[in-house]
């Protein structure tokens, strides 16, 4: 065989492609089996034992359970503080990623990496570092509380504490799609007599859009079911500041596991509405990005 030859056969073999090694029959069965029980001993079967409790009694006792008047403050209180957490990470946060990408700073990696510290602690932690900042006993908190401000063991705590454990969510979901933007457009537009507001909001702030709205709408998401950072800095006073998990830890705590169900019933709504919606906006990123 020729030198010529045994190149193109090297060549050949080389371009074609790996073959498809497709599991055994029963190796893929049990597979798919191990799978489907992990699912389900993790999500299923304890979603399925929170519905069950929480419809036990029956829709008076649900009724009853959501309609007390801490529970409705626990909730009311849970709803506004994740929304005004949802708007505030969903600006700074954006605005983190914009730095991160587009300007080079030093230190950058650390940067990057404090903002993910949040997922890194425990959340317990995460109100223990706000109390040891804003406490009433340190000289931070002092200073504030001679001005009127009270943010330990208040509603402006519970705030700083969902910021801070949801703040990677924004910023993780709109880095990557500013990596994807074409620089060149926004010289184009500018080239064209387009001022940088409106290159901002003409070109750069349409494809944001919807990965600011799935980070947002995650943020929302765990902070009406954030608990450890909230147990810590709110003080968990009724009416006050306590929150919706914490008051589902006090019925628990209490003998009323019926009660702690239908509660936990309404936060379960609300983050099996609000999940899809994410995971759409997060798909209409990944199309815009393709």
């Known amino acids: 065989m020729s030198v010529a030859a045994a190149g193109i056969e090297e060549s050949v073999a080389a371009s074609a492609p790996a073959p498809i090694v497709r599991p055994h029959a029963h190796g893929g069965a049990l597979i798919r089996a191990v799978f489907v029980a992990y699912i389900a001993i993790l999500v299923v079967i304890p979603i399925g034992a929170l519905v069950w409790e929480g419809l036990s009694g029956g829709p008076g006792v649900i009724w009853a359970a959501i309609s007390a008047p801490v529970a409705v403050k626990a909730l009311t209180l849970s709803l506004w503080t994740s929304a005004i957490a949802g708007v505030l990470n969903g ?101 064209l007599g387009a001022g940088p507001v409106r290159t ?40 006050r500041t306590l929150t919706a998990p914490v008051q589902i830890l006090g019925d628990v705590e209490g003998g009323d596991p019926t009660s702690a169900a239908a509660l936990s019933l309404v936060l379960l709504a609300v983050a099996l509405v609000l999940q899809p919606l994410a995971i759409a906006l997060s798909r209409a990123t990944g199309a815009r990005r393709e």
Request: charged fraction near 10%; charge should be negative; glycine fraction near 8%.
């Open 200 to 239: 901002l909001v003409s070109i750069v702030l349409p494809p944001l859009v919807p990965a600011i709205a799935a980070g947002s709408l995650q943020v929302f998401s765990r902070s009406i079911a954030e608990f450890g950072s909230i147990a810590a800095v709110s003080g968990n006073i009724p009416f």
């Open 91 to 191: 600006v700074f946060g954006t605005m983190i990623a914009w730095v991160l990408v587009r300007y080079r700073l030093p230190g950058k990696k650390v940067i990057s990496a404090l903002v993910d510290l949040p997922f890194a602690i425990p959340t317990l932690v995460a109100g223990i570092l706000l109390v040891a900042l804003y406490g009433p006993h340190t000289w931070v908190g002092k200073t504030l509380e001679a001005a009127g401000i009270s943010v330990a063991y208040a509603q402006p705590g519970i705030v700083l504490a969902l910021l801070f454990v949801t703040l990677p969510f924004v910023v993780r979901a709109v880095e990557p799609v500013l990596l994807e933007l074409d620089a060149a457009e926004e010289e184009a537009a500018m080239m």
